[in-house]
C-alpha cells in the first residue's frame, strides 16, 4: 500500500490551496483519513481527520480555514486550505488506517508529504 500526496505549492498569504492524497496497492478497505503537517526541528502535528461515515476533527489553529473531503471510491483526501498564513508553512503528510487486501491485516501508512510555502 501506497499513499502519495500532490498539490503543494508556493502561495501568499490570504491565498488558498487543495492538496490531494491517493492511497493505491493492495487495499481492502481504508478507514480513517487525516492529514499532518511538521515544520523543521518540530513535531509532526495532525491538523484534519475524516472517518469512513465523515465525521471530521480540526485543529484548533486551522479550525474554519481547512476543510477535509475524501472520495472514498478512489480511497482519496483532500485538504482544501484557505486563508493561508505564514505559520502554515510546512511540509504536508497524509496518513490512512488500512485494510490490507487478502490478510485484512489494519495497519497505518503514511505519504512522503508535500511542501507548502508562503512566499511573502
Known amino acids: 500500500v501506497q499513499l502519495k500526496e500532490s498539490g503543494g505549492a508556493v502561495v501568499q498569504a490570504g491565498g488558498s490551496l487543495r492538496l490531494s492524497c491517493a492511497a493505491s496497492?493492495?487495499?481492502?478497505?481504508?478507514?480513517?483519513m487525516a492529514w499532518y503537517r511538521q515544520a523543521p526541528g518540530e513535531q509532526r502535528e495532525l491538523i484534519a481527520s475524516m472517518t469512513t461515515v465523515g465525521n471530521t476533527n480540526y485543529a484548533d489553529s486551522v479550525q474554519s480555514r481547512f476543510t477535509i473531503s475524501r472520495n472514498s471510491a478512489k480511497n482519496m483526501t483532500y485538504l482544501q486550505m484557505n486563508t493561508l498564513k505564514r505559520e502554515d508553512t510546512d511540509v504536508y503528510y497524509c496518513a490512512a488506517d488500512v485494510f490490507e487486501a487478502g490478510s485484512k491485516a489494519e495497519y497505518d501508512f503514511w505519504g512522503p508529504g508535500t511542501q507548502v510555502t508562503d512566499s511573502s
Open positions: 496497492g493492495s487495499i481492502f478497505e481504508v478507514n480513517a
